[in-house]
């Protein structure tokens, strides 16, 4: 299986990278809609795509109006766009609210209850995360291999989410802020390196990628790798366009 990072900056896009998207483009399954919605265009393989939005926040769903491109010559390709109810409910209403966009793209609208069967048979399990706003985690099963995606919430050796993601083979987690800025991170929610590879340690993952990393650094590794990997050997620091198999 390949999961493809079309978007692994935080908050604004940079030269460097746009907003949070994933995508596994087998099963035409996508992870949040930030900036780099627009790449999901060149990796479309199936004839319908399913979107589960983390949260609300302008930075996992402003690509959501960039779908006209993405279907362009892909008439045949219906999109669901799952998430909790009241997410939804601000994106419908806000985003596409006449005024800012008055063109409403073919969405069918899903609210998120309990787990989901996806196209190959893996299960889809989903958790709620501690953010301003509130956020959800995702994590996929099949039988031979497994993946959670974790953003917008704030790493720690106790967090809610740990049994959620234990055993792993793939965790994408975000890692917006260095160590230096903890009081930062909680007053955000967002996490910081060493919380996170103490918390891929603590679950028994066997691999960790960071996204969602500050835009604000510049910096092509915005993240000290040296750092997590003293706790969690198996970190990589996620880049657009990067494709993971797992």
Not at 29 to 53: E, M, N, P, S
Not at 104 to 123: C, H, K, Y
Not at 149 to 158: F, G, H, L, V
Request: charged fraction near 20%; glycine fraction near 6%; aromatic fraction near 8%.
């Amino acid at each position: 299986m390949k999961l493809v990072l079309l978007g692994t900056g935080g908050y604004h896009p940079s030269d460097l990278r746009h907003t949070a998207c994933l995508t596994l483009p087998e099963l035409g399954v996508v992870f949040d809609a930030g900036t780099a919605f627009y790449r999901l265009r060149d990796h479309l393989q199936t004839d319908r795509i399913d979107i589960f939005l983390t949260h609300a926040h302008l930075d996992h769903v402003i690509g959501l109006t960039f779908l006209f491109d993405v279907l362009w010559r892909h008439d045949d390709v219906k999109v669901y766009v799952h998430g909790d109810a009241s997410v939804l409910a601000s994106v419908r209403e806000h985003l596409f609210a006449e005024p800012l966009f008055p063109a409403q793209p073919p969405i069918v609208w899903v609210s998120l209850e309990g787990d989901l069967q996806l196209a190959d048979g893996a299960r889809l399990s989903h958790i709620p995360l501690p953010h301003p706003g509130g956020s959800r985690g995702y994590r996929v099963d099949w039988p031979d291999r497994s993946l959670a995606y974790i953003t917008d919430t704030t790493a720690a050796d106790e967090a809610c989410y740990v049994n959620f993601v234990r055993g792993v083979d793939l965790l994408v987690h975000e890692c917006y802020f260095s160590d230096e800025h903890p009081e930062r991170a909680a007053l955000t929610g967002h996490s910081c390196t060493t919380p996170v590879a103490r918390l891929a340690a603590a679950a028994d993952v066997k691999r960790l990628v960071l996204v969602h990393v500050n835009p604000l650094t510049g910096a092509e590794d915005p993240i000290d790798l040296a750092t997590a990997r003293q706790v969690f050997p198996a970190t990589e620091l996620g880049v657009d366009g990067m494709e993971v198999e797992f």
